[in-house]
C-alpha cells in the first residue's frame, strides 16, 4: 500500500508540474501528454504490464510548454489520421480513435482520408473488444462507399465481427456464426477478385465447422486450395483440412 501511495504521490506531482507549466490543458491532453513523453519499458509501445512506459516529467513540462508557446492551428484531417495511426501502433487505442472521431466529424464522406478513419476507428474498437461498436462501423462504410478502396476491407471485417463476438450458449453461438458465414458469402459474391478472398475463405471454412458443417467445410477448404495453394492462408486451411478430416469439427478444438 506504501508504494502505491508514493507512485500517486509521483504522478500527482508531475500533473502539477505540468499544469503550472500549461493551465490551459485538459484532463485528456494531459493524460495523452504523460503517455507520449514516458519511457517506453518493455515490449514496445503501450502493454498490460508497464502501461505507457516511465513518468518522465522533464519531457512531460518541456511539451506541455512547447504546447503553450505553439501557435494554435487546427491539424488537417491528414494529419489527424497520421496520429491516429501512430497511436495505433504504439496501441493508445482511446487516444487514436480520438484522432479517428474528429475527422468523421466533419461529415466529408467523400473524402478517402474520411473512410479511412471510419475504418481504422472500427478497427480500434474490434482490437478493444468492441465488437458491436466495430461491427457498426465497419456496416456504415460498407454502405456507404461499397466501390472505395475501404469497401471490401470492411465488408470482411464484417465476418469477422461476428465470428469473435462472444456468446451466451450454443444456440447464440451458432447464430452468430451463421451471420459470419453469411458475411463472407457475401463477400465473395461481392469482390471475387479481391485480395482477401483466401482470408475470407479459412475464416467461412472455419464458421462451418463451428457449425457442424464439416462436408460444406471440407468443399471450401477444397475449393480454396484448388485457388490459392500458393498462398501463406494455404498452412491454416490444410491444417484445418486434416483436423475434420479426422473427425475433429470443432476448428479450435487441440
Known sequence: LNRIWVIVWCVAGVV???????????????????????TDLGDTGRDNETGAGLINAYKA?????????????????????????????????????????????????ANDTTLAAMYYLSEGYY????????????????????????????AFQIG??????????????????????????????TYPDHEWVPLAAVEKANCQASLGRTAEALITLKMFMERFSNRPEAVAAVELMQRLEGGTADPLAP
Request: charged share 25%.
Open 127 to 154: 482490437r478493444q473488444g468492441n465488437f458491436r461498436g466495430a461491427l457498426s462501423g465497419f456496416a456504415k462504410l460498407a454502405e456507404i462507399s461499397p466501390k472505395s478502396a475501404w469497401g471490401p476491407k470492411a
Open 16 to 38: 502539477a508540474l505540468v499544469c503550472e507549466a500549461n493551465p490551459n490543458l485538459s484532463v485528456d491532453q494531459i493524460r495523452e501528454l504523460l503517455e507520449e513523453t514516458a
Open 61 to 109: 513540462v518541456s511539451r506541455a510548454k512547447e504546447m503553450l508557446t505553439q501557435a494554435k492551428v487546427e491539424k488537417s484531417p491528414e494529419d489527424l489520421l497520421t496520429e491516429g495511426q501512430r497511436m495505433m501502433v504504439g496501441n493508445n487505442l482511446p487516444a487514436a480513435n480520438q484522432r479517428f472521431m474528429r475527422i468523421i466529424h466533419t461529415g466529408d464522406f
Open 160 to 189: 469477422k465481427c461476428y465470428k469473435e463476438t462472444p456468446a451466451n450458449g450454443t444456440a447464440e453461438a451458432n447464430l452468430t456464426f451463421q451471420k459470419a458465414d453469411d458475411a463472407f458469402t457475401k463477400f465473395f459474391q
